[in-house]
């Protein structure tokens, strides 16, 4: 076995033309304009939340994605708390998601004081599942008739929001999650932080929602540094996803009028102008990493580890490329013997359910989630530099 995992690791370390050095799972990449941005951004003086990268961000995502509106905000984490309360969450509601993703989407739901509900992921996708989805929903719930409001009826609690997350980047059937929401009058926000770049049936992933999110982080496919972005088709919530990630300020030419408690969450310039540099190059970027998951493809063929393949229907950015191992004990040692060599490997996150700060939460039955977390490891994706 170690023989085998010394030979990935020597394929990993060619693939990056990196014989010895320490490979990371997915550095960043700055090969365009990002330094002549940054300098005319400090010439300009305006380096906080007011500048005009900030603006040219909004507009280059929203017209990559299709979105009508973007909203540039501090990072992913923010951007999907905002969103939820747009969505209409409030307080003491609950808001169905998936175990399987990173703590920050679970965060965002406690963060507006509502409680998570974790149903299970489709193999397939590593995204929440349409299938147990609607399974759960006839299970636990009801419509209230007076005011269509979904009800559980374990907890009595409204269900005000569901939030199907494209892990790793792959579309999970989003539309199958969207219409089964539209039928118990759920608003969907998806969580697509790690999917720029990725579409769903032509369409791309965030646009299908209510409103969607992404991630900006240093390790995401594109970066700012630290950022997120909110996009939305709906003009109404564009403008108060704006209005309440700058301070509740009403525009005036020397007042301070502020008409709502709001949060200070706007994108800083210098950072949306590297996002701006990063966005002229996505396309190359995803491009890039399309090629290295074919080439991994490639390798892992008759190996007996399956590398995860983009879902049905979709063109994924491949931000993390997975592999998956027979079980929990041969991914321990995968992930022992890689880090030990240089060679940095994950294994995917630890079900929400099983922290100690959701582990009272409601779940559904897991066991796509289960299967899926003793054996994903997520190998080296960063874009390759020639």
Known sequence: MRDSFKEIVDFIRELYNNPKDFVPLHAPVFQGNEKKYLNECIDSTFVSSVGRFVTKFEEMVAEYTGAKYAVAVSNGTSGLQVALM????QPGNEVITQPLTFVATANAIKHVGAQPVFVDVDK???????????????????IDLKTNKPINKKTKKHISACVPMHTFG???????????????YIPVVEDSAESLGSFYKEKHTGTYGLL??????????????G???????????????????TIGKVPHKWEYIHDIIAFNY?????NAALGVAQMEQLDKFVENKRETAEKYRLFFKGTGIELFKEPANSRSNYWLNVILLNDRNERD?????????GVMTRPVWRLMNKLEMFKDCQIGNLCNAEWLKDRVVNIPSSIRVQ
């Open 86 to 89: 747009l969505a209409g969450v």
């Open 124 to 142: 397939d996708t590593m995204g929440l599942s349409s299938e147990k989805l609607i399974d759960w929903l006839k299970s636990n719930v009801k």
């Open 170 to 184: 792959h579309p999970c059937k989003i539309d199958k999650i969207v219409e089964i929401c539209l039928q118990y």
């Open 212 to 225: 969607g999110i992404f991630s900006f982080n240093g390790n995401k496919t594109i970066t700012t540094g």
């Open 227 to 245: 950022g997120g972005m909110i996009i939305t088709d709906n003009e109404k919530l564009a403008k108060k996803a704006k209005h309440i990630t």
């Open 266 to 270: 706007r994108l800083a310039n210098l």
């Open 333 to 341: 040692k995968f992930l022992e013997f890689t880090n030990e060599n």
